[in-house]
């Protein structure tokens, strides 16, 4: 054991708030070296993880990782958010008491770094200067190089950020053991890992994995559920998984700003990284805040719904990113841009990366080619068709490599919010866009938003697999608690955002076509959003929300098919009426949901009856 003193001392770590929990877990884990990282040691850090293959090169300033291959994704039904008073339980939470939790993990983190280095990373997950700064401040303590070098990404790390809290002992204690991935168990009766937030002390501990989500502390851990939870708490903000932009007209020069919730691998990333389409690039440009989570507050002084990114990377989703869908996450991870790529096809002569849907077809040549589980591809058999890179694999990148990154993104002050945007996977029923001007209304909208069950084993058919705000996976405190917090925070606005549902996924139900061509094409439903909150056109009234009609759409430079369009601008009122009953049943599983959801609930049934 190192003396953690002296090792503090060196590293010029003087908050005693977290020297002191730095030495807790260095007993606790049994490290045998401590290291406290900044930003600063990025290259060397690089080094170091090359040298022991821990990442292997992919061009200049760009490098390759692959995890464990049963290790590549978040694991829901592993991950428990733990509190001391059971009226925290909600149906997605995981609620279980902190007492039962905080023991259990400190007993699987006993003694597993002997023989490691206990990585130490002050963080904050905000600009610094953020009105929201408190509750961003955080210190990982990991033992994974790999996972250190994705945190200097995705968060503002240093020193400095965690020595002059005006509270030193207002920062998240995160504490990640990856534990030998061999023998953990993933997925069976026997699975020995576990994602834990103690909320209402502020603490993460997670066991058992080295990939994204449960394993950078600060982006999900800390960044969604732990701030979810404090924004609840304090009264001050929600915290979202949640895309920001900012759409600009460049004849007037107004600037909207919309953000808004997709469930995971979704397209918040692609529609957050959007170049104007074909026809409307002279006129519109959209700008990047954030692909993730926003956190969003009022501002006393002008009274406005504001929002920011707290992070500082984008841990991005690689499958079908090409030059036609999403160009800019190209140029992101071009290089020099010191991108991490995980668990995509590795080339190891030629140092290339390759995922599905980066070129219409593999590489001819499958020479040095290596798929995500380390396999060559020369060895497979012809009747093997398995994709090469995980369909979760993953590039992570700084947001100061994004192409189309706002100006102002750093700014602590955050960003007026004009819309919020709710978007599943629906095949049918959804339609392009529906607008919502009510606050309950577009509330419930959030609470019933979901996407399709992916096989048939997950859901009744035609039933979606409920997904809140996008932030099923992510919830932190009970839903009827929730929805109260979202009317008060959003409420208290004086000028209130529109709200939207949107849907990019529709299909056609003979050949199973998509009848929106999706990506670029996606800011033409916003920029009508935009219009119809700003006064410049009506629109439709329906049942479920105001929609455009063909003539208010911008389709300039665009071709679709008639029929197509007619579709995705109509509202299927027999679907509809059957989507009620299965939204009834959702929402009355929350204890203590709001009477004025509930009312939003019977309106929308009760235009839907009268047709
Ligand atoms: P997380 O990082 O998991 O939270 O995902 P995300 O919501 O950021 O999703 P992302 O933008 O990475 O998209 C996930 C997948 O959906 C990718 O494979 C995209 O190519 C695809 N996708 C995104 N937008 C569209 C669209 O407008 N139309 C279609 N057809 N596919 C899309
Ligand atoms: C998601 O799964 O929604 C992500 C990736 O954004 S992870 O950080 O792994 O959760
Ligand atoms: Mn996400």
Redesign the pocket.
Known sequence: MPDVEDVLDAAGLRNEAVRAYVAHWAGVTGAERIEVVSAADDARLVREALDAGEIEPAGEGRYYSRSYYKDTARSEERTVVATSNPSDKGVYNNWRPSEEMKPLLEDKMRGQLAGKTMYVIPYLMSPPGSPLEKYAAGVELTDNRTVVLHMIRMARVGIDLINELAEPDHFVRAVHVTGDLPNLGQGTADDQRWFVTVADERTILHYGSSYGGNALLGKIAHGLRQAAYDGWASRDFLSE?F?LIGITDKQTGKKWHVCGG???????????MMLAPEGLGDRYHVSFYG??IAWLWVDPSDGRLYGMNPEFGV???A???NER??PTALESVAERTEVLFTNVAYNTDTHEVWWE?KTPAPPSDVTGWHDWKGEKISDRSARDDSPWAHP?S?FTTTLANVPNVAEDFEDPKGVPIDGIIFGGRTSDREPLVRAITDLAEGVYDGLTLGAEATFAAEGVDGQLRYDPMSMRPFMAYAEGDYAEHWLRIVGAATEQPIFAHVN??QKDPDDGH?L????R??LRPLLWLMQLKDGEVTGRRTPVGILPTEEELDLTGMDVPQEDLDRVLSIDVDRWRQEMGFREEHLQQFDRLPESIWEAHRRVTAALEEG
């Open positions: 998984q895309m997709f469930p995971s691998a979704s397209g918040k990333t692609n529609l957050a692909d993730d841990f991005g989703v499958k079908d990113t869908t999403n849907g979760n993953r990019w996924f998509f929106w061509p999706g990506y094409d996606n």
